[in-house]
């Protein structure tokens, strides 16, 4: 039972190179979030989505691209890596709204240093 | 704006005291509310939440945690601290209705640390 799965785990970027972290969900649920951990801010939320096919940004987007294809993916894109994107990033999902069930399950999270 | 607050950054108490993690929100339109732990080099574990119903909730590990409505905060306790207790604690509000439906959003977390 995996759950939410990242990939990478860790990963170390030049300024300017691009990547995308992937993150997998087995639980059917519809909602998927990417959030950015660093020191004193908390979990900040970059991009989320509430279903397959859309997406929405959060509180940190620029820099950022998302897309859901599927309803088990979520990617994060860098579309050109800045070491201000050094952080840990984190995927979650959760089920819709109107269920008891509701809250949102966590990957592991990426280590991602832009040098 | 939506958000929310954990007002404080730490919290210490001694093994076996009662503990109280702060959170207070503002988020419109009666929003679920979480509770989440983690560990270091871990991602986030799930504590507990409340949906609807008695203001009182109780989650794992002895974690419980109490909603008030008036006062729009949600504090999360224990009667009795362990040291294995001492983590980083994040509450956390989702977005029933509106423009924001689904959105999660974090406090910037409690530092909490129990000595022996």
């Known amino acids: 039972n995996a759950g939410v799965t990242q990939t990478p785990k860790f990963r170390v970027l030049k300024t300017g190179q691009s990547m995308t972290l992937l993150c997998a969900q087995d639980?059917?649920?519809?909602?998927m979030y990417w959030y950015r951990q660093d020191p004193g801010m908390g979990l900040r939320l970059i991009h989320y989505?509430?279903?397959?096919?859309?997406?929405a940004k959060g509180e940190v987007p620029d820099g950022y691209n998302v897309s859901r294809l599927k309803k088990q993916n979520f990617l994060l894109g860098l579309e050109s890596a800045a070491p201000s994107q050094t952080s840990v990033y984190f995927c979650?999902?959760?089920?819709?709204?109107?269920?008891?069930?509701?809250?949102?399950?966590f990957g592991q999270g990426t280590r991602l240093t832009v040098v | 704006a939506q958000s929310v607050a954990q007002p404080e950054d730490q919290v210490n108490v001694a093994e076996g005291n009662p503990l109280t993690v702060k959170c207070t929100y503002s988020?419109?339109?009666?929003?679920?509310l979480f509770w989440y732990v983690q560990y270091p080099n871990r991602g986030l574990q799930f504590l507990l939440k409340?949906?609807?119903?008695?203001?009182l909730v109780k989650g794992s590990y002895g974690f419980e945690a109490e909603f008030n409505k008036s006062q729009t905060s949600f504090h999360l306790k224990k009667p009795s601290a362990l040291v294995s207790d001492s983590a980083l604690y994040f509450c956390?509000?989702?977005?029933?209705?509106?423009?924001?439906?689904?959105?999660?959003?974090f406090g910037r977390g409690t530092q909490l640390t129990v000595w022996p």
């Open positions: 979650a999902s959760s089920y819709f709204r109107d269920s008891m069930n509701t809250e949102a399950f």
């Open positions: 639980m059917n649920h519809e909602y």
């Open positions: 989505s509430v279903g397959e096919g859309t997406t």
């Open positions: 988020v419109s339109g009666n929003p679920y």
């Open positions: 409340y949906i609807t119903g008695d203001n």
């Open positions: 956390a509000v989702k977005a029933r209705r509106g423009s924001t439906l689904g959105r999660l959003y």
